[in-house]
T-cell receptor
Framework: DTGVSQDPRHKITKRGQNVTFRCDPI?????LYWYRQTLGQGPEFLTY????????KSRLLSDRFSAERPKGSFSTLEIQRTEQGDSAMYLC????????????FGAGSRLTVL | KNEVEQSPQNLTAQEGEFITINCSYS?????LHWLQQHPGGGIVSLFM???GKKKHGRLIATINIQEKHSSLHITASHPRDSAVYIC?????????FGKGTRLSVIA
């Protein structure tokens, strides 16, 4: 296992379209996190899963955003009816255990909404 | 107000200089992370600490829980250390990140 993989790395879409990002965590990691990062800012928490259960969602995660981790392995983050303000880097990270452990980040998926 | 404040925001140093990046936070935490982010987005975890001091190679991280303050030190800095260094804290919920310190080390 070579780490956390994210796909696609870059996505350019038109406003109003739906986009989906995928994250494959390190296989033995049971926690998976989604963060969003805009230019010049630190990452902002969106949501996280422990196994297949979505345990917390940030208020940043509007109704247009949905995340799943159906089998407790890979996760998807879907954004419906994209807006220009959704343009950002979407980062996935995973960790083992209680969340007090070190996070391993993926390289991110950069979204540009035109 | 961000719960995690880093200083300085930007730092330029000459190769070989000793570098200190500071992080202050306003909440009670169970752990503090220092992360490194290179251009293109990849984030690497450098340290996770809840007390005292940790050292890895030329990097040293310290934390003072009472003062709610942590520092990241880089000894004998090198141009390859150029990156954004991010402090993140964990209270009861997933990590809260600072905005990062952009470090440029010039040869």
């Amino acid at each position: 296992d070579t780490g956390v993989s994210q796909d696609p790395r870059h996505k350019i879409t038109k406003r109003g379209q739906n986009v989906t990002f995928r994250c494959d965590p390190i296989s033995e990691h049971n926690r998976l996190y989604w963060y969003r990062q805009t230019l010049g800012q630190g990452p902002e928490f969106l949501t996280y899963f422990q196994n297949e259960a979505q345990l917390e969602k940030s208020r940043l995660l509007s109704d247009r955003f949905s995340a799943e981790r159906p089998k407790g392995s890979f996760s998807t983050l879907e954004i419906q009816r994209t807006e220009q303000g959704d343009s950002a880097m979407y980062l996935c990270a995973s960790s083992r255990g209680s969340g007090a452990n070190v996070l391993t980040f993926g390289a991110g998926s950069r979204l540009t909404v035109l | 107000k961000n719960e995690v404040e880093q200083s300085p925001q930007n730092l330029t140093a000459q190769e070989g200089e000793f570098i200190t990046i500071n992080c202050s936070y306003s909440v009670g935490i169970s752990a503090l992370h220092w992360l490194q982010q290179h251009p293109g987005g990849g984030i690497v975890s450098l340290f996770m600490l809840s007390s005292g001091k940790k050292k890895h190679g030329r990097l040293i991280a310290t934390i003072n829980i009472q003062e709610k303050h942590s520092s990241l030190h880089i000894t004998a800095s090198h141009p390859r250390d150029s990156a954004v260094y991010i402090c993140a804290v964990k209270e009861n919920t997933p990590l809260v990140f600072g905005k990062g310190t952009r470090l440029s080390v010039i040869a």
